[in-house]
Protein backbone atom coordinates (compact mmCIF):
# COMPACT_ATOMS: atom_id res chain seq x y z
CA UNK A 1 0.00 0.00 0.00
CA UNK A 2 1.46 2.91 -0.79
CA UNK A 3 2.26 6.12 1.97
CA UNK A 4 -0.32 8.12 3.14
CA UNK A 5 2.75 11.02 3.06
CA UNK A 6 3.40 10.86 -0.84
CA UNK A 7 5.59 14.70 -0.69
CA UNK A 8 8.69 12.87 -0.49
CA UNK A 9 7.99 11.39 -4.09
CA UNK A 10 6.66 14.71 -5.23
CA UNK A 11 10.21 16.26 -6.46
CA UNK A 12 12.31 17.12 -9.47
CA UNK A 13 15.85 16.07 -10.31
CA UNK A 14 17.50 17.26 -13.49
CA UNK A 15 18.15 14.37 -15.79
CA UNK A 16 18.99 13.94 -19.68
CA UNK A 17 17.63 11.70 -22.30
CA UNK A 18 20.66 9.68 -24.70
CA UNK A 19 21.13 11.15 -27.18
CA UNK A 20 19.68 8.15 -29.53
CA UNK A 21 16.33 8.43 -27.36
CA UNK A 22 13.19 9.22 -30.02
CA UNK A 23 10.90 9.29 -27.37
CA UNK A 24 12.68 12.36 -25.70
CA UNK A 25 12.87 14.23 -29.35
CA UNK A 26 9.67 13.21 -30.48
CA UNK A 27 7.77 15.11 -27.44
CA UNK A 28 10.04 17.95 -27.74
CA UNK A 29 9.06 17.82 -31.44
CA UNK A 30 5.13 17.63 -30.71
CA UNK A 31 5.47 20.71 -28.67
CA UNK A 32 7.00 22.81 -31.19
CA UNK A 33 3.95 24.88 -31.97
CA UNK A 34 3.02 28.30 -31.67
CA UNK A 35 1.20 27.23 -28.74
CA UNK A 36 2.27 28.21 -25.48
CA UNK A 37 2.20 25.40 -22.89
CA UNK A 38 1.76 25.76 -19.24
CA UNK A 39 4.36 24.87 -16.82
CA UNK A 40 2.85 21.57 -15.06
CA UNK A 41 2.16 20.25 -18.76
CA UNK A 42 5.20 20.89 -20.10
CA UNK A 43 6.66 19.17 -16.62
CA UNK A 44 5.02 15.77 -17.08
CA UNK A 45 5.82 15.72 -20.90
CA UNK A 46 9.61 16.35 -20.08
CA UNK A 47 9.64 13.92 -16.95
CA UNK A 48 7.93 11.52 -19.10
CA UNK A 49 10.56 11.82 -21.51
CA UNK A 50 13.60 11.48 -19.14
CA UNK A 51 14.85 14.90 -18.26
CA UNK A 52 14.06 14.67 -14.66
CA UNK A 53 12.64 11.57 -12.22
CA UNK A 54 11.14 11.64 -9.06
CA UNK A 55 13.49 12.70 -5.76
CA UNK A 56 12.02 14.59 -2.94
CA UNK A 57 11.56 15.98 -0.08
CA UNK A 58 10.48 19.69 -2.54
CA UNK A 59 7.65 21.71 -1.66
CA UNK A 60 5.24 22.51 -4.32
CA UNK A 61 6.97 26.44 -4.50
CA UNK A 62 10.42 24.53 -4.36
CA UNK A 63 9.49 22.63 -7.52
CA UNK A 64 8.54 25.16 -8.93
CA UNK A 65 11.43 27.33 -8.48
CA UNK A 66 13.48 24.07 -9.44
CA UNK A 67 11.59 23.24 -12.60
CA UNK A 68 12.01 27.11 -14.06
CA UNK A 69 15.73 26.81 -13.02
CA UNK A 70 16.27 24.10 -15.45
CA UNK A 71 13.78 24.66 -17.91
CA UNK A 72 16.29 27.92 -18.51
CA UNK A 73 18.95 25.54 -19.17
CA UNK A 74 17.82 23.34 -21.78
CA UNK A 75 19.48 24.31 -25.16
CA UNK A 76 19.58 22.61 -28.56
CA UNK A 77 23.13 21.18 -30.27
CA UNK A 78 24.09 24.76 -31.51
CA UNK A 79 23.27 26.13 -27.82
CA UNK A 80 20.03 28.25 -28.05
CA UNK A 81 17.77 27.92 -25.43
CA UNK A 82 14.74 25.49 -26.40
CA UNK A 83 12.29 27.20 -24.69
CA UNK A 84 11.11 30.79 -24.01
CA UNK A 85 8.92 31.67 -20.55
CA UNK A 86 6.35 34.05 -20.01
CA UNK A 87 4.00 34.89 -16.67
CA UNK A 88 0.73 35.51 -17.96
CA UNK A 89 -2.37 37.21 -15.66
CA UNK A 90 -5.57 34.80 -16.13
CA UNK A 91 -8.14 36.03 -13.88
CA UNK A 92 -6.41 36.27 -10.23
CA UNK A 93 -3.87 33.76 -10.84
CA UNK A 94 -0.09 34.30 -12.08
CA UNK A 95 0.38 31.20 -14.53
CA UNK A 96 4.12 30.35 -15.71
CA UNK A 97 4.09 29.02 -19.79
CA UNK A 98 6.27 28.12 -22.07
CA UNK A 99 6.80 27.73 -25.73
CA UNK A 100 9.68 26.07 -27.48
CA UNK A 101 11.56 28.41 -29.92
CA UNK A 102 13.84 25.66 -31.35
CA UNK A 103 13.22 22.55 -32.97
CA UNK A 104 14.43 19.30 -30.83
CA UNK A 105 16.02 17.78 -33.77
CA UNK A 106 19.32 17.64 -32.25
CA UNK A 107 20.32 16.38 -28.22
CA UNK A 108 19.66 18.88 -25.60
CA UNK A 109 23.04 19.25 -23.90
CA UNK A 110 22.18 18.67 -20.14
CA UNK A 111 24.69 17.41 -17.29
CA UNK A 112 24.31 13.72 -17.63
CA UNK A 113 21.68 12.22 -14.77
CA UNK A 114 20.46 8.41 -14.15
CA UNK A 115 17.22 8.46 -15.43
CA UNK A 116 13.89 6.87 -13.69
CA UNK A 117 12.88 3.31 -14.48
CA UNK A 118 9.53 3.60 -16.16
CA UNK A 119 6.66 2.30 -13.65
CA UNK A 120 5.24 -0.84 -15.17
CA UNK A 121 1.67 -0.98 -13.22
CA UNK A 122 -1.34 0.65 -13.66
CA UNK A 123 -2.62 1.66 -16.74
CA UNK A 124 -3.20 5.41 -16.02
CA UNK A 125 -1.96 8.21 -18.16
CA UNK A 126 0.00 5.35 -19.89
CA UNK A 127 4.09 5.07 -19.99
CA UNK A 128 6.28 8.17 -21.86
CA UNK A 129 5.17 8.69 -24.95
CA UNK A 130 2.17 7.95 -24.62
CA UNK A 131 1.68 9.81 -20.97
CA UNK A 132 2.84 13.07 -23.01
CA UNK A 133 0.50 12.65 -25.34
CA UNK A 134 -2.65 11.80 -23.59
CA UNK A 135 -1.96 14.97 -20.69
CA UNK A 136 -1.78 17.33 -23.60
CA UNK A 137 -5.19 15.84 -24.77
CA UNK A 138 -6.39 16.56 -21.22
CA UNK A 139 -5.61 19.73 -20.78
CA UNK A 140 -6.64 20.65 -24.52
CA UNK A 141 -10.04 19.53 -23.46
CA UNK A 142 -9.94 21.18 -19.69
CA UNK A 143 -9.19 25.16 -21.61
CA UNK A 144 -11.60 24.14 -24.34
CA UNK A 145 -14.56 23.88 -21.73
CA UNK A 146 -16.94 26.77 -22.04
CA UNK A 147 -17.19 28.97 -18.61
CA UNK A 148 -20.85 28.58 -17.99
CA UNK A 149 -22.11 27.57 -14.68
CA UNK A 150 -19.16 26.07 -12.04
CA UNK A 151 -21.51 22.42 -11.74
CA UNK A 152 -21.86 21.99 -16.02
CA UNK A 153 -17.81 22.87 -16.27
CA UNK A 154 -17.10 20.51 -13.20
CA UNK A 155 -19.47 17.79 -14.76
CA UNK A 156 -17.83 17.81 -18.10
CA UNK A 157 -14.19 18.15 -16.88
CA UNK A 158 -14.18 15.27 -14.57
CA UNK A 159 -16.21 13.22 -17.87
CA UNK A 160 -12.59 14.03 -20.10
CA UNK A 161 -10.66 13.14 -17.04
CA UNK A 162 -11.88 9.62 -16.65
CA UNK A 163 -12.26 9.15 -20.31
CA UNK A 164 -8.63 9.55 -20.61
CA UNK A 165 -7.84 7.87 -17.15
CA UNK A 166 -9.95 4.85 -18.28
CA UNK A 167 -10.96 5.27 -14.30
CA UNK A 168 -13.79 4.28 -13.17
CA UNK A 169 -15.23 7.66 -11.64
CA UNK A 170 -13.10 11.05 -10.91
CA UNK A 171 -14.66 13.37 -8.68
CA UNK A 172 -14.15 17.19 -8.41
CA UNK A 173 -15.39 17.62 -4.48
CA UNK A 174 -15.11 21.08 -2.98
CA UNK A 175 -15.59 22.10 0.54
CA UNK A 176 -18.80 23.61 1.23
CA UNK A 177 -18.74 25.67 4.84
CA UNK A 178 -22.28 25.55 5.23
CA UNK A 179 -22.25 21.67 5.84
CA UNK A 180 -18.69 21.39 6.46
CA UNK A 181 -18.22 18.79 3.75
CA UNK A 182 -16.66 17.87 0.72
CA UNK A 183 -19.20 17.86 -1.70
CA UNK A 184 -19.29 16.50 -5.27
CA UNK A 185 -20.01 19.46 -7.93
CA UNK A 186 -18.51 17.31 -10.61
CA UNK A 187 -18.77 13.89 -11.69
CA UNK A 188 -17.80 12.12 -14.47
CA UNK A 189 -20.77 10.29 -15.89
CA UNK A 190 -19.95 6.92 -15.47
CA UNK A 191 -21.89 3.50 -13.79
CA UNK A 192 -19.34 4.45 -10.51
CA UNK A 193 -20.11 8.12 -10.72
CA UNK A 194 -24.15 7.16 -10.49
CA UNK A 195 -23.70 4.51 -8.14
CA UNK A 196 -21.93 7.31 -5.90
CA UNK A 197 -24.47 9.93 -6.06
CA UNK A 198 -27.56 6.90 -5.38
CA UNK A 199 -25.67 6.18 -2.12
CA UNK A 200 -25.31 9.29 -1.02
CA UNK A 201 -21.45 9.23 -1.05
CA UNK A 202 -21.01 12.36 -3.00
CA UNK A 203 -21.00 14.60 0.24
CA UNK A 204 -18.14 13.67 2.61
CA UNK A 205 -18.29 15.21 5.94
CA UNK A 206 -14.74 16.79 6.88
CA UNK A 207 -15.93 14.89 10.63
CA UNK A 208 -15.53 11.57 9.25
CA UNK A 209 -12.09 11.58 7.90
CA UNK A 210 -10.95 9.42 5.01
CA UNK A 211 -8.59 10.12 2.07
CA UNK A 212 -10.26 12.81 0.50
CA UNK A 213 -10.68 14.58 3.66
CA UNK A 214 -7.22 14.22 4.47
CA UNK A 215 -5.94 15.25 0.95
CA UNK A 216 -8.04 18.38 1.33
CA UNK A 217 -6.36 19.37 4.74
CA UNK A 218 -2.97 18.59 3.87
CA UNK A 219 -2.44 19.67 0.50
CA UNK A 220 -0.49 16.52 -0.57
CA UNK A 221 -1.75 14.18 -3.25
CA UNK A 222 -2.00 10.97 -2.78
CA UNK A 223 -2.03 7.74 -4.68
CA UNK A 224 -2.98 4.28 -3.43
CA UNK A 225 -3.60 1.08 -5.90
CA UNK A 226 -4.88 -0.93 -3.18
CA UNK A 227 -7.49 0.93 -1.15
CA UNK A 228 -9.50 -2.15 0.39
CA UNK A 229 -6.48 -2.08 2.45
CA UNK A 230 -6.00 1.44 3.55
CA UNK A 231 -7.34 1.80 7.38
CA UNK A 232 -7.52 5.38 7.02
CA UNK A 233 -10.20 5.05 4.15
CA UNK A 234 -14.18 5.06 4.66
CA UNK A 235 -15.97 2.10 4.27
CA UNK A 236 -18.21 3.21 2.14
CA UNK A 237 -15.42 4.26 -0.51
CA UNK A 238 -13.96 0.36 -0.05
CA UNK A 239 -17.18 -1.21 0.02
CA UNK A 240 -20.07 0.22 -1.01
CA UNK A 241 -18.33 1.35 -4.17
CA UNK A 242 -15.75 -1.07 -4.45
CA UNK A 243 -12.60 1.37 -4.88
CA UNK A 244 -9.37 -0.30 -5.39
CA UNK A 245 -7.05 2.29 -6.55
CA UNK A 246 -7.35 5.93 -6.45
CA UNK A 247 -5.53 9.14 -7.14
CA UNK A 248 -6.41 12.60 -4.99
CA UNK A 249 -4.74 16.02 -5.62
CA UNK A 250 -5.73 19.17 -4.14
CA UNK A 251 -8.01 21.24 -5.93
CA UNK A 252 -6.83 25.11 -5.66
CA UNK A 253 -9.36 27.92 -7.10
CA UNK A 254 -7.25 31.33 -7.28
CA UNK A 255 -5.13 30.98 -5.18
CA UNK A 256 -7.38 28.80 -2.41
CA UNK A 257 -7.35 25.38 -1.74
CA UNK A 258 -11.07 24.49 -2.21
CA UNK A 259 -11.22 20.82 -2.53
CA UNK A 260 -9.52 17.42 -4.25
CA UNK A 261 -9.62 16.42 -7.36
CA UNK A 262 -10.32 12.70 -7.12
CA UNK A 263 -9.86 9.47 -9.64
CA UNK A 264 -10.85 5.65 -8.56
CA UNK A 265 -10.63 2.34 -10.76
CA UNK A 266 -12.70 -1.01 -9.03
CA UNK A 267 -9.21 -2.55 -10.08
CA UNK A 268 -5.99 -2.72 -8.02
CA UNK A 269 -2.80 -1.65 -9.41
CA UNK A 270 -4.64 0.55 -11.74
CA UNK A 271 -2.47 3.79 -11.35
CA UNK A 272 1.22 4.12 -11.90
CA UNK A 273 3.60 6.67 -9.86
CA UNK A 274 4.54 8.48 -12.57
CA UNK A 275 0.24 8.85 -12.78
CA UNK A 276 0.55 11.40 -9.62
CA UNK A 277 2.63 14.84 -11.39
CA UNK A 278 0.59 14.47 -14.22
CA UNK A 279 -2.47 14.24 -12.29
CA UNK A 280 -1.65 17.12 -9.87
CA UNK A 281 -1.11 19.06 -13.37
CA UNK A 282 -4.78 17.99 -14.28
CA UNK A 283 -5.85 19.16 -10.92
CA UNK A 284 -4.21 22.37 -11.27
CA UNK A 285 -6.10 23.24 -14.67
CA UNK A 286 -9.65 21.59 -12.98
CA UNK A 287 -8.82 24.41 -10.91
CA UNK A 288 -8.43 26.87 -13.33
CA UNK A 289 -11.40 25.79 -14.82
CA UNK A 290 -13.39 26.55 -11.51
CA UNK A 291 -12.23 29.67 -11.53
CA UNK A 292 -13.87 30.63 -14.75
CA UNK A 293 -17.11 29.29 -14.29
CA UNK A 294 -17.32 31.09 -11.04
CA UNK A 295 -16.37 34.44 -12.73
CA UNK A 296 -18.70 33.52 -15.17
CA UNK A 297 -21.21 32.92 -12.59
CA UNK A 298 -20.72 36.08 -11.19
CA UNK A 299 -20.57 38.41 -13.68
CA UNK A 300 -23.48 36.75 -14.83
CA UNK A 301 -25.18 37.15 -10.98
CA UNK A 302 -24.16 40.76 -11.32
CA UNK A 303 -25.68 41.11 -14.61
CA UNK A 304 -28.95 39.74 -13.71
CA UNK A 305 -28.51 42.07 -9.96
CA UNK A 306 -28.37 45.44 -12.21
CA UNK A 307 -31.04 43.98 -15.23
CA UNK A 308 -33.03 43.22 -11.76
CA UNK A 309 -32.78 47.24 -10.59
CA UNK A 310 -33.08 48.42 -14.25
CA UNK A 311 -36.41 46.37 -14.17
CA UNK A 312 -37.55 47.80 -10.68
CA UNK A 313 -36.98 51.47 -11.92
CA UNK A 314 -38.21 50.85 -15.57
CA UNK A 315 -41.37 49.56 -13.52
CA UNK A 316 -41.90 52.35 -10.66
CA UNK A 317 -41.59 54.89 -14.00
CA UNK A 318 -44.20 53.01 -16.01
CA UNK A 319 -46.85 52.57 -13.35
CA UNK A 320 -46.85 56.00 -11.92
CA UNK A 321 -47.34 57.09 -15.58
CA UNK A 322 -49.90 54.54 -17.00
CA UNK A 323 -51.65 55.24 -13.30
CA UNK A 324 -51.41 59.06 -12.70
CA UNK A 325 -52.66 59.57 -16.84
CA UNK A 326 -56.06 58.14 -16.37
CA UNK A 327 -56.44 59.67 -13.19
CA UNK A 328 -55.74 62.97 -14.56
CA UNK A 329 -58.23 62.24 -16.90
CA UNK A 330 -60.75 61.26 -14.78
CA UNK A 331 -60.13 63.88 -11.94
CA UNK A 332 -60.78 66.24 -15.22
CA UNK A 333 -63.90 64.94 -16.55
CA UNK A 334 -65.01 64.80 -12.66
CA UNK A 335 -64.41 68.41 -12.35
CA UNK A 336 -66.06 69.52 -15.43
CA UNK A 337 -69.42 67.99 -14.23
CA UNK A 338 -69.43 69.78 -11.19
CA UNK A 339 -68.98 73.11 -13.38
CA UNK A 340 -71.86 74.76 -13.51
CA UNK A 341 -72.01 75.45 -17.03
CA UNK A 342 -71.87 71.86 -17.93
CA UNK A 343 -75.48 71.22 -16.30
CA UNK A 344 -77.64 72.54 -18.87
CA UNK A 345 -75.28 70.42 -21.70
CA UNK A 346 -76.34 66.86 -21.31
CA UNK A 347 -74.58 66.08 -24.35
CA UNK A 348 -71.10 66.84 -22.91
CA UNK A 349 -72.34 65.73 -19.58
CA UNK A 350 -72.69 61.95 -21.47
CA UNK A 351 -69.40 62.66 -23.06
CA UNK A 352 -67.41 62.97 -19.59
CA UNK A 353 -68.84 59.97 -17.90
CA UNK A 354 -67.98 57.70 -21.35
CA UNK A 355 -64.45 59.15 -20.55
CA UNK A 356 -64.54 58.78 -17.23
CA UNK A 357 -65.70 55.22 -17.50
CA UNK A 358 -63.25 54.25 -20.39
CA UNK A 359 -60.60 55.62 -17.71
CA UNK A 360 -61.90 53.17 -15.06
CA UNK A 361 -61.73 50.55 -17.30
CA UNK A 362 -58.06 51.34 -17.76
CA UNK A 363 -57.10 51.33 -14.71
CA UNK A 364 -58.76 48.02 -13.86
CA UNK A 365 -56.80 46.64 -17.06
CA UNK A 366 -53.16 47.76 -15.71
CA UNK A 367 -54.37 46.91 -12.14
CA UNK A 368 -55.30 43.29 -13.70
CA UNK A 369 -51.96 42.97 -15.49
CA UNK A 370 -50.12 44.10 -12.62
CA UNK A 371 -51.75 41.11 -10.45
CA UNK A 372 -51.26 38.84 -13.57
CA UNK A 373 -48.03 39.36 -13.76
CA UNK A 374 -47.48 38.59 -10.14
CA UNK A 375 -49.36 35.25 -10.63
CA UNK A 376 -47.08 34.09 -13.47
CA UNK A 377 -44.11 34.78 -12.12
CA UNK A 378 -44.79 33.09 -8.73
CA UNK A 379 -46.33 30.35 -11.07
CA UNK A 380 -50.20 31.05 -9.45
CA UNK A 381 -51.66 31.65 -12.90
CA UNK A 382 -54.87 29.07 -12.51
CA UNK A 383 -57.35 29.03 -15.60
CA UNK A 384 -60.71 27.63 -15.58
CA UNK A 385 -61.28 25.42 -18.50
CA UNK A 386 -64.55 25.14 -20.15
CA UNK A 387 -66.04 24.81 -23.52
CA UNK A 388 -65.76 28.59 -24.50
CA UNK A 389 -67.22 30.51 -27.91
CA UNK A 390 -64.24 31.98 -28.91
CA UNK A 391 -66.10 33.51 -31.95
CA UNK A 392 -67.87 35.70 -29.77
CA UNK A 393 -65.26 36.75 -28.34
CA UNK A 394 -63.42 37.87 -31.02
CA UNK A 395 -66.84 39.24 -32.20
CA UNK A 396 -66.95 41.43 -29.10
CA UNK A 397 -63.33 42.74 -28.75
CA UNK A 398 -63.02 44.27 -32.49
CA UNK A 399 -66.33 46.07 -32.57
CA UNK A 400 -65.11 47.11 -28.94
CA UNK A 401 -62.08 48.36 -30.16
CA UNK A 402 -63.26 49.91 -33.08
CA UNK A 403 -64.65 52.51 -31.24
CA UNK A 404 -61.88 53.60 -29.96
CA UNK A 405 -59.71 54.28 -32.95
CA UNK A 406 -60.74 56.06 -35.95
CA UNK A 407 -57.05 56.05 -37.91
CA UNK A 408 -57.92 52.21 -38.02
CA UNK A 409 -59.94 49.77 -39.47
CA UNK A 410 -60.28 46.56 -37.51
CA UNK A 411 -61.92 43.93 -39.61
CA UNK A 412 -62.25 39.97 -38.45
CA UNK A 413 -62.33 37.12 -41.08
CA UNK A 414 -63.66 33.92 -38.74
CA UNK A 415 -65.99 31.29 -39.80
CA UNK A 416 -69.68 31.09 -38.60
CA UNK A 417 -68.93 27.41 -37.98
CA UNK A 418 -65.76 28.37 -35.83
CA UNK A 419 -65.84 25.56 -33.00
CA UNK A 420 -65.86 25.76 -29.33
CA UNK A 421 -62.22 26.38 -27.38
CA UNK A 422 -61.62 24.58 -24.32
CA UNK A 423 -60.63 28.03 -22.03
CA UNK A 424 -60.93 30.04 -19.38
CA UNK A 425 -63.70 33.21 -20.91
CA UNK A 426 -62.07 36.22 -18.65
CA UNK A 427 -58.39 35.18 -19.83
CA UNK A 428 -58.92 34.60 -23.17
CA UNK A 429 -60.50 37.73 -23.23
CA UNK A 430 -57.77 39.68 -22.25
CA UNK A 431 -55.54 38.03 -24.32
CA UNK A 432 -57.42 39.50 -27.57
CA UNK A 433 -57.32 43.04 -26.18
CA UNK A 434 -53.93 42.78 -24.87
CA UNK A 435 -52.79 41.38 -28.65
CA UNK A 436 -55.72 44.72 -30.04
CA UNK A 437 -53.87 46.81 -27.87
CA UNK A 438 -50.49 46.47 -29.14
CA UNK A 439 -51.86 46.41 -32.75
CA UNK A 440 -53.41 49.64 -32.47
CA UNK A 441 -50.21 51.15 -30.94
CA UNK A 442 -47.63 49.99 -32.92
CA UNK A 443 -49.57 51.25 -36.18
CA UNK A 444 -49.70 54.58 -35.01
CA UNK A 445 -50.12 55.98 -38.75
CA UNK A 446 -53.50 53.46 -38.93
CA UNK A 447 -54.32 50.59 -41.46
CA UNK A 448 -56.24 47.58 -41.14
CA UNK A 449 -55.88 45.11 -38.64
CA UNK A 450 -57.45 41.74 -38.81
CA UNK A 451 -58.34 38.78 -36.72
CA UNK A 452 -58.30 35.28 -38.27
CA UNK A 453 -59.34 31.75 -36.89
CA UNK A 454 -59.50 28.36 -38.48
CA UNK A 455 -59.28 25.35 -36.81
CA UNK A 456 -55.89 22.95 -36.75
CA UNK A 457 -56.52 19.61 -36.28
CA UNK A 458 -57.54 19.86 -32.74
CA UNK A 459 -56.42 23.16 -32.18
CA UNK A 460 -58.43 26.62 -33.26
CA UNK A 461 -55.35 28.50 -34.71
CA UNK A 462 -56.02 32.89 -34.15
CA UNK A 463 -53.48 35.61 -35.39
CA UNK A 464 -53.98 39.35 -34.62
CA UNK A 465 -52.22 41.06 -38.10
CA UNK A 466 -51.50 44.86 -38.15
CA UNK A 467 -49.86 46.82 -40.98
CA UNK A 468 -47.75 49.16 -38.70
CA UNK A 469 -43.88 49.71 -39.38
CA UNK A 470 -42.73 45.91 -37.71
CA UNK A 471 -40.44 44.51 -35.08
CA UNK A 472 -36.81 44.86 -35.91
CA UNK A 473 -35.53 40.84 -35.34
CA UNK A 474 -33.00 41.68 -32.75
CA UNK A 475 -36.60 43.70 -30.84
CA UNK A 476 -38.34 40.48 -31.73
CA UNK A 477 -36.86 37.73 -29.95
CA UNK A 478 -37.75 39.75 -26.89
CA UNK A 479 -41.23 41.05 -27.23
CA UNK A 480 -42.68 38.27 -24.98
CA UNK A 481 -40.31 39.20 -21.75
CA UNK A 482 -41.45 40.86 -18.75
CA UNK A 483 -41.48 45.18 -18.85
CA UNK A 484 -39.84 45.11 -22.49
CA UNK A 485 -41.47 47.40 -24.56
CA UNK A 486 -40.27 48.11 -28.12
CA UNK A 487 -38.58 51.29 -28.47
CA UNK A 488 -40.86 53.81 -31.05
CA UNK A 489 -38.73 56.19 -33.10
CA UNK A 490 -35.82 56.06 -30.68
CA UNK A 491 -38.73 57.30 -27.95
CA UNK A 492 -39.69 55.41 -24.64
CA UNK A 493 -42.93 53.42 -25.77
CA UNK A 494 -45.75 54.02 -22.83
CA UNK A 495 -47.26 51.01 -21.61
CA UNK A 496 -45.97 48.18 -18.35
CA UNK A 497 -44.60 46.03 -21.64
CA UNK A 498 -46.72 43.28 -19.49
CA UNK A 499 -49.16 42.74 -22.50
CA UNK A 500 -47.54 39.93 -24.17
CA UNK A 501 -45.83 38.13 -21.70
CA UNK A 502 -49.40 37.80 -19.48
CA UNK A 503 -50.47 36.84 -22.51
CA UNK A 504 -48.37 33.67 -23.72
CA UNK A 505 -48.44 32.51 -19.94
CA UNK A 506 -52.32 32.48 -20.14
CA UNK A 507 -51.95 30.54 -23.54
CA UNK A 508 -49.39 28.16 -22.80
CA UNK A 509 -51.31 27.54 -19.89
CA UNK A 510 -54.19 26.20 -22.46
CA UNK A 511 -51.50 24.15 -23.48
CA UNK A 512 -51.53 26.26 -26.21
CA UNK A 513 -48.81 28.07 -28.41
CA UNK A 514 -47.98 31.34 -29.04
CA UNK A 515 -45.47 33.21 -31.24
CA UNK A 516 -44.91 36.55 -33.36
CA UNK A 517 -43.78 36.82 -36.91
CA UNK A 518 -42.80 40.58 -38.12
CA UNK A 519 -41.41 42.52 -41.02
CA UNK A 520 -39.87 45.93 -40.79
CA UNK A 521 -42.38 48.38 -42.82
CA UNK A 522 -44.96 45.69 -43.41
CA UNK A 523 -46.31 44.86 -39.78
CA UNK A 524 -46.53 42.30 -37.19
CA UNK A 525 -48.13 39.11 -36.35
CA UNK A 526 -49.50 37.67 -33.36
CA UNK A 527 -50.10 33.65 -33.20
CA UNK A 528 -51.61 31.63 -30.81
CA UNK A 529 -53.04 28.42 -30.44
CA UNK A 530 -55.78 26.89 -28.17
CA UNK A 531 -57.26 23.47 -27.90
CA UNK A 532 -60.47 23.17 -29.42
CA UNK A 533 -63.24 21.88 -26.94
CA UNK A 534 -64.34 17.77 -27.38
CA UNK A 535 -67.71 17.00 -28.44
CA UNK A 536 -68.19 15.69 -24.80
CA UNK A 537 -67.95 19.01 -23.57
CA UNK A 538 -69.87 20.15 -25.72
CA UNK A 539 -72.72 18.81 -24.53
CA UNK A 540 -72.49 21.86 -21.64
CA UNK A 541 -73.71 25.25 -22.32
CA UNK A 542 -70.86 27.37 -23.94
CA UNK A 543 -69.48 30.13 -21.52
Given at each position: ?????????????????????????????????????????????????????????????????????????????????????????????????????????????????????????????????????????????????????LSTALNAA????????????????????????????????????????????????????????????????????????????????????GVRSHLLA???????????????????????????????????????????????????????????????????????????????????????????????????????????????????????????????????LEVTLVPV???????????????????????????????????????????????????????????????????????????????????????????????????????????????????????????????????????????????????????????
Amino acid sequence: MSSPHPAAESGHRVGRASDDSATTRRFLQATASEQWVPLPELVAGLTQAGYWELVGPLTADQQAAHVREQLATLRDGEGHPLFERLDVRLDSTTMTVYKQVRPATRPVATPEQPRAAPAAEGRGLGGSEAQAVRMYEVLQALLAIPATDLSTALNAATQRIAESLGADKVDALLFDPATDSLVALGTSDTPMGRQQHALGLNRLPVAQDGRAVMTFQSGIPFRDNHVDQDPYELDGIKHALGVRSHLLAPLVVGEERRGVLLACSAQPNAFADSDLPGFVAIAHWVGTVAQKAELAEAMAAQQRQVEAERLRRQLLAGVSHELLTPVAIIKGHADTLHSRAIRHHDDLAEAALLAINDEVDRLQRIIANLLDAARVGSGQLEVTLVPVDLHAIITRGVQRFQGRTARHQLVFDVPDALPAVLGDREYLTSVLYNLLTNAIKYAPRGGTITVRAQVQDAMVACVVADEGRGIAPEQLARIFEPYYRVPQSGAQADGLGLGLYISRAIIEAHDGRMWAESQLGQGTQIHFTVPAASEALLEDELV
